[in-house]
């Protein structure tokens, strides 16, 4: 894992070599220490915005440049590239999964990259029951073909680590 610091570090060294400079105006930090905060509005945000940034990606950078991606966007008015809070991924789907695509899940998670036969084999699952957990997982786009075999979308990552540890499963 890095430090917050780095991987503010890494997002503002690859946006510089990306050649912009994005804005954090819409953001705003409404927390107690901003009141007594020397910072401008835009500073606030910035810091706030990364500071939720790493503790959602859990400072683990592939994520964290991720969600900064899907945290810009281009004002179609001024062309000014601006920083949005990032929409984060809908657990409803993944909290109705039956139980053995959890564990199906898990397989994944643990292993990086897995295939339906490994993964048969690591949870005692049926074939048929593997393989329509991972297409329901794909479907919902939680997972995706990576080579020969399946591996956790960067999207969904911290959020499927959270359920599987919710759960007691990791």
Request: aromatic content about 8%; charged content about 25%.
């Amino acid at each position: 894992r890095w430090e917050s610091s780095d991987l503010r570090r890494l997002i503002e060294r690859r946006t510089e070599q990306a050649g912009f400079v994005p804005s954090f105006a819409g953001l705003r930090d409404v927390s107690l220490d901003s009141l007594t905060s020397d910072e401008t509005p835009e500073q606030r945000g910035r810091r706030t915005f990364f500071e939720e940034l790493g503790h959602y990606a859990r400072n683990n950078p592939a994520i964290a440049l991720e969600f900064w991606r899907r945290s810009l966007f281009r004002n179609t008015v001024t062309g000014q590239v601006e920083v949005r809070t990032f929409a984060r991924p809908p657990m409803a789907a993944l909290n109705e999964l039956p139980e053995p695509s959890l564990f199906v899940l898990r397989t994944i998670a643990q292993m990086e990259v897995a295939d339906a036969r490994t993964i048969q084999t690591c949870t005692d699952l049926p074939a048929i029951t593997v393989e329509e957990s991972l297409r329901r997982l794909e479907m919902l786009g939680v997972i995706h073909l990576h080579g020969e075999g399946y591996r956790l979308a960067l999207f969904w990552y911290a959020e499927v680590l959270r359920l599987l540890e919710r759960q007691n499963l990791l």
